[in-house]
């Protein structure tokens, strides 16, 4: 690999994994305090980043489609918690199920709604166009770069919230052991449902932040599912610093492969993830259970 | 006897998907402490998850100061006054000391002193030096304090405390018993789960004796304690021992 190919595919890296980190610190957020393996969770990346688009083409504001994919996601989470979860909530099977199959019957409303289409984003012209880096010299989109900017703001605001306010603390309480967080009086249904709100709204969120690289169209829902799912195995699941580094490793050696040797890529994702359930089973930051 | 009664429990049943654990408790509880005995799998923990609404399938009735508790959510349980001190303390151990009292929605009173974080550290002067740290590192008393600590915030009427004395130095139990008799001093009721005669008859003078999820007998301290045979037949060797 050649010194700008190598910053390059570095980069890359690094943007795919803000990407990643977005849409699984929510999916992680949701497991650790609902204990829910949520399989709806990519649905929310694509419903946001069409509702997104919607909402964009119509007012011409990029970021009030990214407001719109947060609410609509958001709402959408809330509606899956309190209509369906929250009835079978302890029992695993079920959960998995009733997820996976609103996954599938959201993946063929979402197609019947917007078509087999792919849609674009346009990006306010701030965060648009390339530019040079300096000391790497080589030019870079400034629309990756506000990705990155953005996923790291995101992990410091959601740290920062953990770890130095009152709901902060109820969270990771509830992690560790939610009926003694019900036991000194907390309504741990309305914490359930507030986790869900927003962990589907990240997604959403991330549906346009994410789309906006490339493009959004059906299908998506299930690659950042997956995504999702090997980042929070690798991280460990309900952990944040887990969620960061994982995903970190997971988009850089995904991208390295995809430059060293195209054929076997997909399969090194894998590959990460079944040593890491070998060695660690309970994830790189996770708790044994 | 005859008094109002904080606490009454009226034919309660319990059950563990199809296994029926709890097999009709009664139990009345005013402002003496009372003790409940017995040997493990005798269904002490479980009285203590129906009572808090941790255990959702629960027959019965339980009265907490003139209203049904069968069938509220545990939050709204402790909200009217019942704190639990669970078995094996079950503190967050990815929590600090003093984030657990932070945690703590306070119920407001009327009346009694209400108890804050520095109330606390006061009683438990131990747990104000290690504010700081996270609750996983504490040693077991520590770790118990911070549970009898993090139940008392919620200004409890009734503290309901499984086997506290679990896995403690001789020393700390001797501590935790002056402990529970000074929060029955204030005006705490307490509910004490034992296993062991000596900490159940050092803070209580009544003692129900629990065996195969019923109440088999109630008596004092004094009669069980001068009574082998009945300590025998209720309890088994091992407790016999522990005393």
Partial sequence: ????????????????????????????????????????????????????WTVADRTGSWVLGAVAALVAAALGGLLLELGLLRRIHGQDLRE???????????????????????????????????????????????????????????????????????????????????????????DVQRLFALMFAVGAGLAGLAGVVGGSVLSISSGEDARYLLASLIVVIVGGMGSLPGTAVAALLVALVEQYSLALFPTYAAIVSFLLMVVVLVVRPQGLFGRPA | MASEALLEVRDLHAYYGQSHILQGIDL???????????????????????????????????????????????????????????????????????????????????????????????????????????????????????????????????????????????????????????????GIAILLVEQRLAVATAVAQRIAVMVGGRIALETTAERLLADRELQQRALGVSAWRAA
């Fill in chain 2, 28 to 186: 009345r509880l005013g402002r003496e402490p009372l003790a409940v005995l017995g040997r493990n799998g005798m269904g002490k923990t479980t009285l203590c998850l129906a009572l808090t609404g941790l255990l959702p399938s629960v027959r019965g009735s339980v009265r907490f100061a003139g209203q049904e508790l069968v069938g509220l959510a545990p939050h709204r349980i402790a909200a009217l006054g019942i704190g639990y001190v669970p078995q094996g303390r079950r503190i967050f151990p990815s929590l600090t000391v003093e984030e657990h009292l932070r945690l703590v929605p306070r119920r407001r009173v009327t009346g009694a002193e209400p108890w804050t974080p520095d109330r606390v550290y006061a009683l438990f002067p131990r747990l104000a030096e290690r504010r700081r740290q996270p609750a996983g590192t504490l040693s077991g008393g520590e770790q118990q304090m911070l549970a009898i600590a993090r139940a008392l915030l919620t200004n409890p009427r009734l503290l309901i405390m499984d086997e506290p004395s679990e896995g403690l130095a001789p020393v700390i139990v001797e501590q935790l018993v002056a402990t529970l008799r000074h929060l029955a001093e204030v």
């Fill in chain 1, 1 to 52: 690999m050649s010194w700008p190919q190598f910053v390059t595919v570095t980069l890359n890296g690094l943007t795919l994994a803000a990407l990643y980190f977005v849409v699984a610190i929510g999916f992680t957020l949701i497991f650790g305090v609902l204990r829910v393996v949520n399989l709806a969770h990519g649905s929310f990346y694509l419903l946001g980043g069409y509702v997104g």
């Fill in chain 1, 96 to 186: 998995a199920l009733v997820t996976i199959g609103v996954s599938i019957v959201a993946a063929d409303l979402m197609l019947a709604q917007w078509g087999g289409f792919t849609y674009d984003f346009s990006p306010p012209d701030a965060i648009t166009g390339g530019v040079r880096l300096p000391l790497l010299g080589i030019g870079y989109p400034k629309y990756r770069l506000f990705v990155l900017a953005f996923a790291l703001a995101l992990g410091l605001a959601l740290w920062l919230l953990l770890a130095r306010t009152r709901l902060g603390i109820v969270v990771r309480a509830a992690i560790d052991d939610r009926d003694m967080v019900a036991a000194v009086g907390i």
